[in-house]
């Protein structure tokens, strides 16, 4: 392995030496920097990006502003949502920009470790429950009542429901009900499970434009609602406490007012970009529609951002008060 | 060679056949009697029982159940949690460890590929990059790899992924040279003492086989989120086969040189460092080469928990579905595997020769040394003048825009997908109902519906029937940790996938490489195709495979076909081609027809080569369980996944990487023992 | 048994070479038993069974059974017998490359067996020094640093070594190959390397295991020309492990025939060949053409009644291929003299009985 280090050794020399000569020459980069214009007190600002292209939006857009108006230097961090509120107790993750719901994370870290906390809501609202394509809402329009299921069951057999109609459930990252829901609503359909929100979503697209029946879990906002308009079917309607009990829940999935979650230590810091995340929010249309830009026409985040941010001054403006 | 992610996988001390002492040889003609009886009576008894007791003790388990051991587990990693603010361990050890991976990567990154708080670029740019690389190349392996290597990673920045190379780049080099720091030295140990080697190979083991999916959030809990864990998982999964090839050449020194070194009074440490050593240096080569494939292989999981690279773009592409920009990552790595790979590989052909070259004796038509040297020397001058001026003019800092190939390619990719969805889903759906129905329905039913009992004594019955009596011990006790687990029924339906993509993977094996075998052309044209579906990360395929199969377990299916083929492909190629060309010329001397050739010589001659193919694609198939579990597989390869989205899931997700390694370990175990009956008989 | 003797003609070689009358080397009960518990056979009735009984009722095999032999200085030593009768482990015993089971081994008076791992190791590196079968030459050092490799071990400085080295390369005849790599030789050229290193240290005793054995048969008989060149040139004290009778016969001063691990004679090359000790050594050596190997002490018998005692004078130790012409030739019987003593008469057909019976055979 001797032969090894000579050249490694060498290549080391080259890069002090040439660096070393930049050192005198000086150089003319840095001068080119794209200093903030604010006061840099901010400092770096560290947010998780949580897996789906609503999230992002969301964290581009806030990322965006602090960058630029605040002259944070802004580290967004790919995590799945646990990985992200680990994070919170090392300093590594500043804010989770969209929540929905946790209440076993919710329990652990802000109420246990408080390590975190709640920075209120992002003025969307998350819903989930059961979907079925445009074509079949508009062909069977009895569909969209969970009552009427029963009377569909054969349609939505495959290859993976064992006789029944298949239910097909998606990202592994949320709880779901359906295994009881189906049970205790006596429906004749079996739980597949997709595996992850790509999964879910080629199997909706793929339902749409072939006609072929399919229901599923699904969720809003969610980017693909734009491409493709699915349709919510309805199941007993929700009630305070009706979930209480896992296993014998019978009524539809509660909404969720999304919110914010910032590290106690980020909370306490003074940094303007505290303020942002408190300040920040906006609606299903606005995330929607970056979510859009993203996802349908293939714009980076950061551009995105930057496009809607550009035609919307004045919501920017609200958060920085 | 080839850009392979992990080439045939170092099998586990179960490798040796068991021996048999003299005494017992007169048995064996009885034995050969009634292991078939005992087959046949197994699969009979068990046709019966599941047909009266289909349905009951199936040990199954709901999709929010937890088992107190899955509690524990979770209890274990909240405690782990509690611990890292006040104890010495964290604070003295893993904090200094964590902050230095993480300084050391930042470091880098602010040289060669992120902007820094005072720069809008590094302090190396793009131009900097790519001649200090070729030059490296250049003095390390030779001019083919220089030419290589400057292409690639000028395609990188073409390709739009610039800075998520390079930082793959740093993130693999510091991870591989970790691996070698630590690798060889526990290799040694192993190779000079069995009963470290009977210790530490299981670790290994399970460090290869337990699903990173399964242990990626509590790394992260402790080396915190980013480069520091992303590493230590790379480590993790890279490290056994440099272990294992190091143990492997040390103890293929050969004896006669050992023994003669002995008997000359050298010294434990002489005799490692100026002949073991020397003497095992291109296989550790080798090691290292094969650790730094591994290492890649691990871009994309990295980039779940942060890790810098070429996984980002991989999963953000993903979460849109597209298709285009995920290929085009893809293919970013692929291209860096085999330009590592090749030059890695030439370097250490090189150094073999140079070594000779620089003590003086002339090994052959070599150019002539001194000639570059002076190459060499100039191209120093050359890097460090590109660094210079990189590090001073923007254009030559940053990477250009245009020409943009990794856009129009995308475009096309996604297109061409389309195309193929809308043209073949009428067929492809067909096929997955069929083989749904007429394999994958039937054995599951099969494992999955039977009694846990019953299903327990019949692995035993076809361990000991197929394998022999050890077999049979490593079977019970991996069942006992699979009942451990409390999963029992899910892994059930992960082993029923698991057999029809195994079965599939041979089929495809040996047909695809008896032709390659045959072939020169063939081969020509099919390798480099599996060796890019080896390296390229397979979530790059999921949305393709999704749209022909939708989410079912057949996906699954396809998915662990992709990566398990390529390996058993080869492997059944380089055996057929190994059959004796002297056995050939004599079969077709007495007129033998191209399929007597193929039936009658060629395959049952390479009959090790294609029981070798079936070991090394079972395992395969088992390491993309997980993967499957994202696309509709179900089994244990969802739980792993939702117990690493989900943290009050935690606990039952390893238990199911838990159950897989058993699985794998099991299947192995069963399959390495029937080779080598099978070899004997 | 045969009782370890010494024959007269060598031990007076042994006489003439070396001042001391120390052995150079002295083996005594020495035992390997491979197995479980092997240990606890010697000193049972166990120990006296077969090689097979031992092996069907223990499960161990007892590769060296109770071997004792001295070796006197410069004196070459041959041990021969086929594959598996234990002469390779033998070899392995002296230098506990293998560990024996039980038994002493001494070289110039020092117990090989008692010494702890440095003296063992001091052993090694100065006393004695083998040359294999298969070479174990360092495929990623050059010839001379090959030969140098012991020198190495032992803690020489290197321009010492060097030289030194140069001396055994230039010795063996392989001047000009020093900068070499082992496998640009041929399998010769790679043993003769062989045979440096191992003269490089300067051992009192050199141990060579079957080191011509590989090696095509020309070649062979040069390596074995070079070593009875060598001998006459350092006057070493070799064991020699062979399975080839006809080197055996070539090489040794004596020999030690083995077979299941156990002595089965001990002579001169002549005593082996004129008295085997049994019918396998029987067997063994009746291809040998006998008047290349017998002496006239094994041909000479009392002069009959009124036989001329006129005839030439001749020594005991005459080969009787080397000694025929002139008996042939004379009309009268040969006198034979071991030095002074006169031992009796050979005539024409004593010499063609020797001759005759080995073409009948």
Redesign the interface.
């Known amino acids: 392995m001797k032969k090894w280090i000579k050249p490694a050794a060498v290549a080391a020399s080259v890069l002090s030496a040439a660096l070393g000569l930049t050192a005198c020459g000086g150089g003319d980069i840095s001068a080119t920097s794209n200093a903030a214009g604010g006061a840099s007190k901010c400092g770096a600002f560290n947010v998780a990006v949580n897996p789906w292209v609503g999230y992002e939006a969301d964290a581009y857009v806030v990322g965006t502003v602090a960058k630029e108006k605040l002259g944070c230097t802004v580290n967004y961090k790919t995590l799945k949502e646990e990985v992200a509120w680990q994070g919170f107790g090392s300093g590594e993750v500043d804010t989770v920009l969209e929540n929905w719901g946790h209440p076993d994370l919710t329990d652990k870290y802000i109420k246990q470790q408080k390590t975190a906390q709640d920075a209120g809501p992002t003025g969307n609202t998350g819903v989930i429950g059961w979907y079925v394509p445009p074509w079949m809402a508009k062909q069977y329009p009895d569909i969209t009542d969970s009552k009427n299921l029963n009377k569909y069951a054969d349609m939505f057999k495959t290859s993976e429901s064992g006789g029944q109609g298949q239910l097909l459930d998606g990202d592994p990252s949320y709880v779901t009900n359906d295994e009881a829901l189906v049970k205790n609503l006596g429906l004749n359909f079996k739980v597949v499970y997709a595996g992850s929100e790509p999964a879910l979503i080629q199997a909706f697209r793929q339902a749409e434009q072939n006609h072929t029946p399919l229901i599923g879990y699904f969720y809003e906002p969610q980017w693909f609602l734009n491409e493709v308009p699915l349709v919510k079917v309805n199941l007993p309607a929700y009630t305070d406490g009706c979930d209480a009990d896992p296993a014998k829940v019978a009524c539809d999935y509660p909404k969720y007012d999304l919110n914010k979650i910032v590290s106690t230590k980020f909370a306490n810091s003074g940094s303007p970009a505290y303020n942002l995340v408190k300040n920040f929010k906006w609606t299903n249309q606005d995330q929607n529609m970056v979510a859009g830009y993203i996802a349908k026409d293939g714009m980076s985040p950061d551009a995105a951002a930057q496009k809607w941010i550009d035609a919307n001054p004045d919501k920017v403006a609200a958060w920085l008060k | 060679m080839s850009a392979t992610a992990v080439r045939e996988r170092p099998t586990g001390p179960a490798a040796r056949p068991p021996a048999t ?1 003299r ?1 017992s040889r007169p048995r064996i003609s009885v034995r050969r009697h009634w292991r078939p009886f005992l087959l046949g009576a197994v699969v009979v008894l068990w046709l019966v029982l599941w047909a009266v007791l289909k349905g009951t003790q199936t040990l199954e388990l ?3 159940e937890k088992t107190d051991f899955h509690l524990w587990l979770n209890s274990v990693r ?1 405690s782990f ?2 611990a ?2 006040n104890s010495a361990v964290f604070e003295y050890v893993v904090q200094p460890l964590t902050d230095g991976l993480n300084g050391l990567v930042a470091f880098l990154q602010s ?1 060669f590929s992120q902007p820094s ?5 590094p ?2 740019g793009w131009l ?1 990059v790519v001649v ?1 690389l070729a ?2 190349a250049f ?2 392996a030779g001019v083919r790899s220089m030419l290589l290597v400057g292409a690639c990673v000028l395609l990188f920045g073409f390709f739009g992924y610039w800075q998520q190379s390079i930082d793959t780049l740093v993130v693999t080099f510091v991870a591989v040279g970790l691996c070698a720091i630590l690798g060889p030295p526990l290799g040694i140990w192993m190779a000079r003492s069995r009963r470290v080697s009977a210790i530490i190979s299981p670790v290994l083991d399970l460090m290869q086989t337990l699903p990173s999916f399964a242990y ?2 509590p790394l ?2 402790v080396f ?3 480069p520091a864990a992303a590493i230590v998982t790379t480590i993790i999964y890279s490290l056994p086969p440099l272990v294992r090839i190091t143990e492997h050449g040390i103890r293929n020194v ?1 004896p ?12 434990a440490w ?1 005799t490692l460092t ?2 073991q050593l ?2 095992a ?1 291109r296989t ?1 080569v080798v090691g290292i080469n094969q650790c730094t494939m591994a290492a890649l292989s691990m871009a994309t999981i990295a ?4 890790g810098p690279g070429l996984g ?1 773009p991989v ?2 592409s ?5 298709v285009g ?1 995920a290929f085009v990552s893809g293919l970013a790595i692929v291209l860096m595997a085999i330009m590592l790979d090749r030059t890695t590989t030439a ?1 250490s052909e090189r ?1 073999g020769i ?3 070259v620089a ?3 002339s090994a052959g038509g070599f150019r002539g040394p001194r000639a570059r040297r002076v190459g ?1 020397i100039a191209g ?1 001058v050359i ?3 590109a ?2 001026l990189s ?4 254009a030559l ?1 940053k990477f250009p825009a245009s020409p943009d190939l990794g856009g129009p390619l995308g475009k096309a990719v996604s297109a061409a997908t389309n195309w193929t969805v809308g043209t073949f ?1 009428g067929f492809t759906g067909w096929l ?2 069929t083989i ?2 007429l394999l ?2 039937p054995l599951e039913s099969l494992l999955a519906q039977s009694p846990w009992w019953v299903m327990a004594l019949v692995l035993l019955g076809i361990a000991l029937a197929l394998g022999g009596r050890r077999a049979a011990v490593a079977a019970a006790a991996c069942e006992a940790v699979i009942l451990g687990t409390g999963l029992w029924n899910e892994s059930m339906k992960t082993l029923a996938t698991t057999l029809v993509a195994t079965l599939l993977v041979v089929v495809a094996a040996v047909v695809v490489g008896v032709w390659m075998g045959r072939s020169r052309l063939a081969d020509a044209i099919i390798r480099p195709v599996l060796d890019a579906f080896q390296t390229i990360p397979s979530f790059v395929y ?2 393709p495979a ?2 022909l199969f ?5 996906t699954a299916i396809v998915a662990a076909l992709a990566y398990g083929v390529p390996i058993a492909t080869k492997l059944v190629a380089d055996g057929i081609r190994g059959v004796s060309p002297t056995t050939v010329e004599a079969a077709e001397s007495m007129g033998t027809t191209g399929w007597q050739m193929v039936s009658k010589v060629q395959v049952p001659m390479s009959r090790a080569a294609v029981v070798l193919a079936a070991n090394q694609g079972l395992l395969y198939v088992l390491s993309m369980v997980v993967v ?7 089994g244990l ?2 739980l792993v ?2 117990g ?5 899931l ?1 606990g039952k997700g390893l238990a199911a990487g838990i159950a897989i390694t058993a699985l794998g370990i099991m299947l192995d175990r069963i399959t390495q023992h029937a080779a080598a009956r099978l070899g004997r008989a | 048994m045969t009782a370890p003797t010494l024959d007269p003609e060598t031990s007076r070689r042994a006489a003439r070479r070396a001042d001391s009358i120390e052995p150079a080397l002295k083996v005594e009960g020495l035992w390997k038993i491979f197995g479980a518990k092997a240990d606890r056979i010697i000193g049972t009735p166990d120990e006296h069974l077969s090689r097979k009984e031992l092996q069907s009722r223990t499960g161990c095999l007892a590769a060296v059974k109770d071997v004792s032999f001295e070796v006197a200085q410069g004196e070459v030593f041959v041990v021969m017998g086929l594959s598996g009768s234990g002469k390779s482990t033998l070899v392995r015993l002296l230098t506990r490359l293998i560990e024996p089971t039980a038994g002493t081994v001494r070289i110039d008076g020092e117990d090989v067996t008692q010494a702890g791992k440095a003296q063992l190791r001091a052993l090694r590196r100065n006393h004695m020094a083998m040359v294999f079968q298969q070479f174990g030459l360092l495929p990623h050092r050059k010839v001379i640093d090959n030969v140098a490799y012991g020198l190495e071990v032992r803690g020489e400085p290197k321009a010492k070594r060097l030289a030194r080295a140069q001396e055994m390369v230039d010795l063996v005849g392989l001047s000009g190959y020093e900068g070499s790599f082992p496998d640009q030789l041929s399998g010769g050229m790679q043993q003769r390397v062989g045979l440096a290193r191992a003269l490089a240290v300067d051992p009192q005793v050199l141990l060579f295991d079957e080191p011509f054995s590989a090696l095509d048969p020309l070649i062979r008989r040069d390596m074995q020309n070079e070593v009875c060149r060598l001998h006459e040139e350092v006057g070493k004290t070799m064991v020699f492990i062979t399975h080839d009778l006809q080197e055996a016969l070539r090489l040794g001063d004596r020999i030690l025939i083995m077979r299941d691990g156990e002595i089965v004679q001990i002579g001169t090359p002549a005593e082996v060949v004129a008295n085997p000790a049994d019918d396998y050594v029987r067997d063994f050596v009746s291809d040998v053409p006998r008047s290349h190997v017998l002496t006239l002490r094994y041909v000479v018998r009392p002069a009959h009644d009124g036989e001329s005692l006129d005839g030439p004078v001749m020594q005991a130790n005459q080969i009787v291929r080397d000694a025929a012409r002139q008996v042939l030739a004379s009309s009268l019987p040969v006198r034979v003299y071991d030095d002074d003593r006169f031992l009796g008469v050979v005539d024409d057909e004593d010499i063609l009985r020797v001759v005759v019976a080995e073409e009948g055979a």
């Open positions: 002492t005494a709901g999709g929010a909240d949690d509690a890292r603010s040289l708080a005072l720069r809008p670029v302090q190396v900097g200090l030059w490296l003095a390390l990626l959030a992260a809990l915190g989120i980013g050969s006669t040189t050992l023994e003669a070194v002995t008997s000359m009074g050298g010294t002489q100026k002949v020397p003497m240096r550790i980039a779940l928990i942060n980002q999963l953000q993903l979460q849109s579905l597209d920009s370097a150094s140079e070594a000779r003590r003086g004796t060499v120093a890097a460090a003048v660094i210079y590090h001073n003019y923007l800092a889903s997955k109902d749904t129905t994958v329905n999921l949305v999704l749209a939708g989410p079912t377990r057949f499957g579990g994202l696309v509709g597989g179900g390869g969802y996944v939702s690493f989205s989900q943290g009050q935690f």
